[in-house]
């Protein structure tokens, strides 16, 4: 029998290869507003929401200098980041826009409205907020049904 993860599991973070320690950490601290709980010197560093011990590490170790991964190669298509509510998720927006960042993308799925871009090393960063379970868009005979809807960004900032 395959085994199954308990429905409890979570991912707890993302450790990212970084080709510049301190331009990273000002994108995941000064714009997405995460905090540095640890550094490691010049070649590591750790970040978090809430006071946990790390939601996101960066570092240096393979990768300083280089330039982003190649277009259609194997790896990371993006991390996401699960905001509590629709004002957060619109704060975050804002400050995003504010430090001039260009969007991917953005969508409504129904079950969760979600914000693409990339962080300074080109990787894909998602920002994103559920809906309440009970609002998830079901067919008749109460499957999931995953949209992709055009997201109101306008509106999502006016809730910030």
Partial sequence: MPYTAPADTRVGHVHLRVSDLERAID????????????????????????????????NTWE???AGPAP????????????YPDRKALGGVLR???????????????????????????????????????????????GALRMVNAPLDLQALLDEA
Avoid: C, K
Avoid at 36 to 41: E, I
Avoid at 71 to 82: K, T
């Fill in 71 to 82: 277009a259609g190669h194997p790896g990371l298509y993006h991390s996401a980041f699960l």
């Fill in 27 to 58: 994108f995941y601290s000064g714009v997405l507003g995460f905090a540095l709980t640890q550094r490691y010197g010049a070649q590591a560093a750790f970040l978090s929401a809430g006071g946990y011990h790390h939601h996101i590490g960066l």
């Fill in 95 to 141: 400050s995003v826009v504010e430090a001039g960042i260009p969007l991917d993308g953005a969508a409504d799925h129904g079950v969760s409205e979600a914000i693409y871009l990339r962080d300074p090393d080109g990787n894909g960063v998602e920002l994103y907020r559920d809906r309440p379970e009970a609002e998830w868009p079901r067919d008749a005979a």
């Fill in 63 to 65: 990768s300083l200098g």
